[in-house]
């Protein structure tokens, strides 16, 4: 309640660390009226909210802040909106790297596709077959899975009662998932096609039947795309998703 937004992107940021902020390892380092920051997880970057307009002694405050966190807590990196982001690049001393952009997508009105195959549920997929699609999608946003972590990944992925696999003839050939709800806004992520079937629509279908299932509920459909893979960003525009805004990110090295 303390916060007021200029715009869409900023809601359905301060809802994604609303959504952090339940898990049991999220800190929040400030008082709630100037700035939020959440960590989801030891090893992971931090999400981060701001008002518009905030001081630049607060962003010290921050990045003094952070400074401290990546040393005791093992803080991969920072993502937000491109000045908050610049701005904390600038004042670390660490050693970094840029991430992908992101561009924030809603959608409200998803149009349907048909294409060969059919949505499974994820419980009844093959959670090595998963595994190695999530290697494939971690891989393409330069955040590879290590291999022996590749199995725990595919059974994470189908233990989650919302997410789905598109396949044909009992081959999963793309997988999505809804990662999270808040404040109205479900999140999609994981969205992932086996690069020997791309380019055939089968994703589109996917994900347009996943965003016409949350919008019946009365709920908006919100993902992030890596902004500079143009496959992607077009797939989502086809099945309805509008861009709301766009978020840059660090990570520490």
Known sequence: QAFAFANEADALTFQKAQHLLTASDALLLSDGKDLLFVRAGLGFPAWIYSKRGISDETLSELAASLCVLKE????????????????LELCM???????LPLTS?????????????????????????????????GEQAHEPIPEGERLAAGEHFCANPQAFGWCINGTTVAVAAIS??????????????????RG????????SEICADICKTGERAHLYADTSYQSSNALYRAVGFVETGRLIGIDFI
Request: charged share 20%.
């Open 93 to 99: 001393p660490f050693p970094s790297v840029r991430r």
């Open 105 to 137: 997508y809603l959608c409200t009105e998803p149009k349907c596709f048909l294409s060969e195959g059919e949505r499974v549920p994820a419980k009844d997929l093959d959670p090595a077959v998963c595994g190695n699609l999530l290697v494939q999608l």
């Open 180 to 197: 999270d709800h808040a404040m109205g806004v479900a999140h999609i992520g994981s969205v992932v096609t086996d690069a020997r079937y």
């Open 200 to 207: 055939r629509g089968y994703a589109k279908a996917l994900v």
């Open 72 to 87: 005791t807590k093992n803080l991969a990196g920072v993502i937000g909106f491109a000045r908050l982001v610049r701005y």
